[in-house]
């Protein structure tokens, strides 16, 4: 059972560049998000999903695509990198069971736009 | 809308002391939970303790415990026996208990705790 994983840990892009931040979760469940986080500003929800095949905006969805095809994955696209994504990016899953609930956080990826 | 507030951006503690974090938050429902996260240098998130706002008793978690004051809307963490381990940077977080399609779960900005030896 390795929890919640992401792809790549750090990655520098050029401004105008695209690419996929990856996100697995091998524990079946149904809800993930992604979060950004800056300094000082604590975590941001960026998208998030109820489960496969439905996905909604959170608080900063500008700039980003989301996409829940099975109920593992769930990848975050930046259609064209601007400096104002540099960040650290948390895809995290949640656990709903009898009342008690449960998020579990991948390790983050660390992402540089010049 | 619900906000989280943590007043103190960074702490200190002598290791083996004690140290409490405060958090208070801004809600009009009744039924949420509230938690507290520790992110270390490697960044990953984990979860420390957690509290179901309709349970009265006060959560616990070996030598972190906190007091939740509903009425003040107050969420406090209390490290007991600080240990060098302890130094991160802590969140609180506020999630609604109502069943919905919003999986949000509100931050505040973090606390940095520097446990000195």
């Known amino acids: 059972n390795a929890g919640v994983t992401q792809t790549p840990k750090f990655q520098v892009l050029k401004t105008g560049q695209s690419m996929t931040l990856q996100c697995a979760q091998d524990?079946?469940?149904?809800?993930m998000s992604w979060y950004r986080q800056d300094p000082g500003m604590g975590l941001r929800l960026i998208h998030y999903?109820?489960?496969?095949?439905?996905?909604d905006q959170g608080e900063v969805p500008n700039g980003y695509n989301v996409s829940r095809s099975t109920t593992e994955d769930f990848p975050l696209r930046l259609l064209s990198a601007a400096p104002s994504q540099t960040s650290v990016y948390f895809c995290?899953?949640?656990?709903?069971?009898?009342?008690?609930?449960?998020?579990?956080f991948g390790p983050g990826t660390r992402l540089l736009v010049l | 809308a619900q906000t989280v507030t943590q007043s103190q951006p960074e702490m200190s503690v002598q290791e083996a002391e004690t140290v409490t974090l405060s958090c208070t938050y801004d809600t009009s429902e009744s039924d949420y939970y509230l938690f507290w996260y520790k992110q270390p240098p490697s960044r990953q998130m984990i979860l420390v303790i957690r509290q179901e706002a309709y349970k009265q008793q006060n959560a616990t978690e070996n030598r972190f415990s906190v007091n939740f004051q509903k009425a003040a809307k107050s969420f406090s963490l209390k490290i007991s026996d600080s240990q060098l381990g302890d130094a991160a940077m802590y969140f609180c977080?506020?999630?609604?208990?109502?069943?919905?399609?919003?999986?949000?779960?509100?931050f505040g900005k973090g606390t940095r705790l520097h446990i000195l030896p």
């Open positions: 995290a899953s949640t656990i709903r069971a009898g009342g008690h609930e449960t998020q579990y």
């Open positions: 999903s109820v489960g496969a095949g439905i996905t």
């Open positions: 977080a506020y999630r609604s208990a109502f069943v919905r399609r919003d999986d949000k779960i509100i």
């Open positions: 524990m079946n469940h149904e809800y």
